[in-house]
Structures are given as structure tokens and as C-alpha cells.
């Protein structure tokens, strides 16, 4: 079982930044990959972003060229920094790290965008 520890929502205006932590009771690299999930209200959770211990990174159409995903292995800490952001990214944010099919989840960060 890992501990994951999301951190860094908050109100932001549109066209602002947030920084979104998450940090792992182990090595993020014991894991096959690490993401930001998020859900809106009424909504289903869908992807935002992923990272492999290689260092891959998938996006959705939705964050492309606003958001980066990023891994710190001396920290245990993924990160998502999310730029240019809209009243529409306003959501729960969860990290997730998945390891052989099995998806371990934090308790999330609300992130709320004003337009």
C-alpha cells in the first residue's frame, strides 16, 4: 500500500497557474506510472496526465500545451503544473500511481477556476 498526499489547489482567476504536488510514501519509481485524474461535479473522473519511470508523458487534447506533468524521485513527489487555466478545469484533482493494473489514489486537491 502507498500513502499519496496531494497539495497546491486553490482559487485561482482565469489565465492563472497552479502548482499541484503529490507526494508518494516511496519511490515513484516502483511504479509503472504516476498521473493526475480529475473530476468536475456531476462529472466522470477522466485523465489529465501521465508519467512513466522513463520519463513519458501523455496528455489529454483538454491540457495540451498548458499543463506539465513532472516526477522528483529524491522527493517522492510528482507534479502538475498547470498554466493558462480555464473556469472549465475547475475539478478535484487526484493523483494516481498504478502498479501492475492496480491504481492507488489520493484523497484529491479542489482546484477552482473564476472566470
Known amino acids: 500500500q502507498v500513502q499519496l498526499v496531494e497539495s497546491g489547489g486553490g482559487l485561482v482567476q482565469a489565465g492563472g497557474s497552479l502548482r499541484l504536488s503529490c507526494a508518494a510514501s516511496?519511490?515513484?519509481?516502483?511504479?509503472?506510472?504516476m498521473g493526475w485524474y480529475r473530476q468536475a461535479p456531476g462529472k466522470q473522473r477522466e485523465l489529465v496526465a501521465t508519467?512513466?519511470?522513463?520519463?513519458?508523458?501523455k496528455y489529454a487534447d483538454s491540457v495540451k500545451g498548458r499543463f506539465t506533468i513532472s516526477g522528483d524521485n529524491a522527493k517522492n513527489t510528482v507534479y502538475l503544473q498547470m498554466n493558462s487555466l480555464k473556469p472549465e478545469d475547475t475539478a478535484v484533482y487526484y493523483c494516481a500511481a498504478t502498479r501492475l493494473g492496480y491504481i492507488n489514489w489520493g484523497q484529491g486537491t479542489q482546484v477552482t477556476v473564476s472566470s
Open positions: 516511496r519511490s515513484i519509481f516502483s511504479f509503472d506510472v
Open positions: 508519467i512513466t519511470g522513463g520519463g513519458s508523458t
